[in-house]
């Protein structure tokens, strides 16, 4: 079914602002070539991208045929691309230019027969001069919508300074702040398994789980983006947003439905009962590293600074102890940790659960434990304990097995092709396409996410808190291993 034609009778429009941009190639044409191929876009769905660049129409095309073939080539079907090429446009307009918004508005014609998407995929420093065209322009008068992508701001202040300027051209319903987590297949997933099961959500709570701990480990550098990364760091670039989404997801409260407010207002309220973490804790609770000289995908890594090549104070590995005060979670520790030119790459969220209360098997029953596992390859494992088979003369061994749910290894059993692993801007684009913002984040939630991290930021300031270098290549620094020691657990490495 189309996505839009059920909502309205206007003409939808998705114009793709940054279209020539690095993301828009890697992830957005490829995004929406698939989406068509799956009929999900509307059949008079136009795509118009706006860039400074000034491409003919040839070179256009060439650019997004390649884009789309670059990353979705083999799985595209006969026809596809010729249809999806028909779609599109592309217009060269300078967003520091006054004619930018009634450049644009030519392009578009008739307003009030459409209805507009405006992906803003550009740097954040223009949000506030587009938002400014749209609104002078009178493109931005409802039903028309815009998405936005990270980073929001670098701490509260800024954040609110755009929040402010998107604001002021459309209202928060029609703002679509993009966490491209949310669109991930297995963080759709951990809905499904803590709400779709009565078997997990009794146990969800401090009562029965020891601690949870969310890695987000990548075993690339900062590459290309050194300029950007510089000014954020992992904890403004990785922490703040992503996993902080995942660590409202586990936390939250059961939402009454699937509602975008009924979902947000659960997560914003995780948020607001992280406990702070300022000067007097940030040693306690924080570890901070940067990749030094070592190996990191079979290569030789300089190190950050030498990368860099000057001095830097910017930390390209986290690891965080959040605390969440409320009755749920009160005493069961979240421990958080993303980093760069780690060994391998891997997302996962591990839940660990407590022993049981009184053992008849000595020390052989271990504790349960639930890993979800978004990358790189989607999987769920529960841990449980199980007889060891076979005779033993002084009785009965434990062992732990696997409870799998790996949806490629269940399609394989079956000797079925497993779905496409879909790129998580396609459910996100579809979902916008669609006016349903449910997996987008709210304002509030931003901006409390953003309270939490100024304060960690703050204390590491006050305290001269300094990045502890770490050889690329290896788990991170020791400080990140002392966190965990300290209350006598362990990462899951
Ligand atoms: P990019 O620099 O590769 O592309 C920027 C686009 O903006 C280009 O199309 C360029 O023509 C256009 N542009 C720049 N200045 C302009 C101006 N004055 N007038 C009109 N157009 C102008 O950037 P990107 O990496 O594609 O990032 C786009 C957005 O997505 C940014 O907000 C970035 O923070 C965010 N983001 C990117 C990635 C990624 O992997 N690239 C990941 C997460 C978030």
């Not at 306690?284 to 940067?290: D, F, I, L």
């Not at 910017?314 to 520790?333: C, D, F, M, S």
């Not at 890993?371 to 304990?385: C, N, S």
């Not at 960690?456 to 300031?461: A, D, F, P, R, S």
Request: charged share 25%; aromatic share 8%; proline share 5%.
């Amino acid at each position: 079914m189309s996505p839009t034609s059920s909502r309205s009778s206007r003409r939808p429009v998705f114009v793709l602002v940054g279209g020539t941009g690095d993301l828009a190639v890697r992830m957005l044409w490829p995004s929406l070539a698939m989406l068509d191929q799956d009929g999900f876009l509307d059949d008079q769905l136009r795509v118009i991208s706006v860039a400074r660049q000034q491409l003919d129409h040839k070179a256009f095309v060439k650019m997004v045929s390649d884009a789309i073939n670059g990353r979705v080539g083999k799985d595209l079907e006969a026809g596809t691309l010729e249809r999806f090429l028909k779609r599109i446009s592309h217009v060269s307009l300078d967003a520091s230019n006054d004619q930018w918004g009634p450049g644009l508005k030519a392009e578009l014609g008739d307003l009030s027969q459409l209805e507009v998407t405006y992906f803003l995929s550009v740097s954040p420093s223009l949000f506030k001069p587009i938002c400014e065209h749209l609104a002078a322009a009178g493109l931005n008068a409802e039903p028309n919508r815009v998405i936005i992508e990270k980073p929001i701001g670098r701490d509260l202040a800024s954040s609110k300074v755009i929040n402010d300027s998107v604001a002021h051209a459309f209202d928060e319903t029609r703002t679509f702040r993009i966490d491209h987590y949310l669109g991930k297949e297995t963080v759709q997933n951990l809905i499904a398994l803590r709400f779709g099961n009565i078997i997990f959500e009794p146990l969800w709570n401090a009562q029965a789980i020891d601690h949870i701990q969310i890695t987000v480990a990548e075993t690339v550098g900062v590459g290309e983006r050194l300029g950007y990364y510089d000014e954020y760091g992992a904890l403004r670039d990785m922490l703040q947003n992503h996993l902080l989404q995942l660590v409202c997801l586990t936390a939250m409260e059961p939402p009454s439905g699937l509602s975008s407010d009924a979902l947000r207002n659960e997560k914003v309220k995780v948020l607001k009962s992280l406990k702070p973490i300022d000067a007097a804790t940030v040693h306690s609770h924080t570890a901070r590293g940067q990749y030094g000289p070592g190996f990191a995908e079979g290569e030789k890594v300089a190190g950050y600074e030498a990368e860099k090549g000057s001095p830097s104070n910017t930390e390209t590995y986290v690891a965080v102890k959040a605390e969440i005060a409320n009755w749920r979670w009160a005493g069961t520790p979240f421990y958080l940790r993303t980093g760069k030119c780690l060994p391998s790459r891997a997302t996962e969220i591990m839940i660990q659960f407590k022993p049981v209360p009184h053992s008849i098997f000595g020390g052989e029953a271990q504790p349960n434990r639930l890993v979800i596992r978004l990358q790189p390859d989607e999987d769920i494992k529960l841990t449980l304990m199980n007889k060891a088979p076979g005779l033993t003369a002084e009785g009965m061994h434990l062992q732990a097995l696997d409870l799998s749910l790996s949806l490629a290894a269940v399609f394989d059993a079956n000797g079925e092709k497993p779905p496409r692993r879909r790129i998580a801007y396609e459910r996100l684009i579809l979902d916008a396409l669609g006016g349903n913002n449910a997996q987008f984040v709210r304002r509030d939630e931003v901006e409390a996410a953003w309270e939490w991290v100024d304060g960690i930021i703050e204390g590491w300031q006050k305290t001269g808190m300094k990045p502890q270098i770490y050889q690329a290549g290896t788990f991170g620094p020791l400080s990140a291993y002392t966190l965990l020691d300290r209350d006598g657990r362990s990462w899951n490495d």
